[in-house]
């Protein structure tokens, strides 16, 4: 009964895994366009929860709804202005108007989507010959626990500036923070100068792109402030030559763009100014909510990163030199380096890893790892795994 | 030509830069992974990206304690000069700011330069101090600018430069 059953489930099998042999193999073995296994980019094995387009120029964070939707409503409404107000403005103030509003809206999208679209500042994640290393020197210090204990949390001081900063430990990358770093939990990087997560934005503000943000809020305000100003200015003049309600009649859109943009002065503005004053101090929006170095903290408690001098930390926030993406998105995995602990893992998972786990079994889904299909006793055996379960 | 150096010493006062190439490839392919030293980064000047210059114990035996500082120091110079807030910077920064950085799709930034320099200079330590001795050294950029990684291979002694007086040889003639 068995034998038969054996002998009539093998058969099949043997055909299918037969001819999955042939595909397996053509696709990666002796085709002359792909002599060696598919060789993956870094963004394609990225441990965090990111989203990457365009072959890994472009990343950003998982959750991107509002992103579009913060593109739609600057798009609408500048064209909205652009289409209904501007011809009006142009023909009877002066046509500097929409070319203003034109160079606005030009650095208003460059500086959104560049804020967006950039690394910013994720920190790679320890190799597991740097996690191991670390680990030795925590245990040395800490003195060895026993099986089960969670230590107590990692943490590293250091002087800056005369300033005691405490380092902490990122049980996720395995890493100690540089300072002014933070654990990003929805995109799942340490970010170094981690501002925040600006779902508006689509993506993590830090070290990389803060200035792309502070840059792309500052126009907004502006662009806002212009386009408020001006369709304002268009309905009163149009009302003063034929009455208010045909004036709103003759331009429809100017009411949505007044609601829009009277609805978004106040938050762009206020966020603008508060980052202003966050620049002007150099703080991250992180320490300024903590506290860090608020002199209510302690008397001698200051911001060690300070240069001392508002226009200085201006310049330094805005001028400063642009630091390189520390993660490589495109460059090429090598075979060789060891690949740093992913907690997240599976979505960048090729297939042969996945037939190699399960080569003590075969399951019919699966594409079937050819050197488990030699022996016909591993075929038999695995079956009537299989069958009896 | 007398016979070929058999010490690493002597392997260093060879005037070809191509030998000292035969013994990183030498080093990467025959010399098995002993340990890896991390020289960590130095934070007590705020955020700039500067590594320590304590000696770490486990070079003692393998390499001088000047050199390895002046490696070190070096590459904190490097640094420095890449994240140096001046004239040329703000210049920098206020051009790609005017231009919408789309002026980055063009030219490189200076900190890129920056470490195009120091991927060179460590090529050049590499071959020069660090692969006789049988170490090597990874890129900090590599390791996101956390470490610098010294790769420490293990000393095959007699086997390792008969081999490669053998190559040596072959190639100086």
């Known amino acids: ?389 | 030509m007398s016979s070929a150096p058999r010490t690493a010493t002597e392997r260093t006062k060879l005037p070809y830069c191509h030998e000292s190439f035969h013994n990183l490839q030498e080093l990467r392919h025959s010399a098995s992974l002993a340990n890896k030293v991390f020289i960590q980064r130095d934070y007590t000047d705020g955020t700039v990206c500067k590594f320590q210059t304590k000696f770490p114990s486990e070079l003692d035996s393998r390499i001088e304690r000047t050199l390895f500082e002046d490696t070190v120091k070096t590459l904190n110079n490097y640094y420095a000069e890449a994240e140096k807030i001046g004239g040329q910077s703000y210049l920098e920064g206020c051009l790609a700011c005017l231009t919408v950085y789309l002026i980055f799709l063009c030219i490189e930034t200076r900190y890129e330069k920056v470490l195009k320099k120091i991927s060179r200079y460590i090529q050049e330590q590499n071959e020069k101090v660090y692969a006789p001795r049988g170490l090597l050294i990874t890129d900090p950029i590599e390791r996101g600018m956390r470490v610098i990684e010294i790769s420490v291979y293990e000393d095959r002694g007699s086997s390792a430069s008969s081999s490669g007086s053998s190559t040596t040889s072959s190639s100086g003639r």
């Not at chain 1, 598919?38 to 992103?67: D, E, L, S």
């Not at chain 1, 804020?115 to 040395?140: H, M, N, Y």
Request: glycine residues 6%; positive net charge.
């Open chain 1, 1 to 389: 009964m068995t034998g038969n059953m054996h002998l009539g489930v093998e058969e099949p099998i043997r055909e299918c895994q037969y001819n999955q042999i042939c595909t397996h193999n053509s696709s990666t073995m002796d085709t002359p366009h792909t002599k060696k296994k598919k060789i993956k980019r870094k963004w394609q094995v990225f441990p965090g929860r990111n989203k990457f387009y365009c072959n890994g120029r472009i990343m950003m964070a998982k959750q991107t709804g509002v992103f579009y939707l913060t593109v739609v409503l600057i798009l609408v409404t500048s064209g909205l202005f652009f289409a209904f107000d501007c011809p009006f403005l142009a023909s009877n103030l002066t046509p500097a108007i929409p070319a203003i509003g034109g160079v606005l809206f030009i650095f208003v999208m460059g500086m959104l989507l560049r804020a967006s679209f950039s690394d910013p500042g994720v920190l790679p994640r320890a190799t597991p010959e740097e996690a191991a290393d670390i680990e030795r020197q925590i245990d040395t210090a800490n003195g060895p626990s026993g099986p089960g204990y969670r230590p107590p949390p990692r943490t590293r001081e250091v002087l800056i500036n005369g300033q005691t900063v405490k380092l902490k430990y990122c049980f996720t990358c395995k890493i100690f923070r540089p300072p002014r770093a933070s654990h990003c939990s929805l995109c799942d990087n340490c970010v170094e100068r981690f501002d925040h997560h600006c779902p508006w934005v689509g993506n993590c503000v830090g070290r990389r792109n803060y200035r792309f943000f502070y840059l792309f809020i500052l126009s907004l305000s502006l662009l806002t402030i212009f386009i408020f100003a001006f369709v304002i200015t268009h309905v009163i003049l149009r009302s003063n030559r034929t009455g208010f309600l045909s004036a709103l009649k003759d331009s429809p859109a100017s009411v949505l763009e007044v609601v829009v943009c009277f609805f978004s002065i106040w938050s762009i503005v206020g966020l603008s100014g508060f980052h202003t004053y966050l620049i002007s101090s150099n703080q991250t929006t992180n320490e300024d909510i903590k506290g860090s170095w608020s002199s209510k903290r302690g008397k001698g408690n200051y911001n060690p990163y300070s240069y001392g001098n508002l226009i200085t930390n201006c310049c330094a926030a805005l001028c400063g030199p642009l630091p390189p993406s520390l993660i490589d998105r495109r460059g090429f995995v090598q075979p060789d380096t060891p690949q740093p602990v992913a907690q997240t893992n599976g979505t960048g998972a090729c297939p042969s890893n996945q037939v190699q786990s399960h080569m003590t079994y075969i399951d019919d889904e699966d594409c079937v790892n050819p050197s488990a299909l030699m022996s016909l006793d591993s075929v038999s055996s695995a079956k009537a795994k299989h069958i009896s379960r």
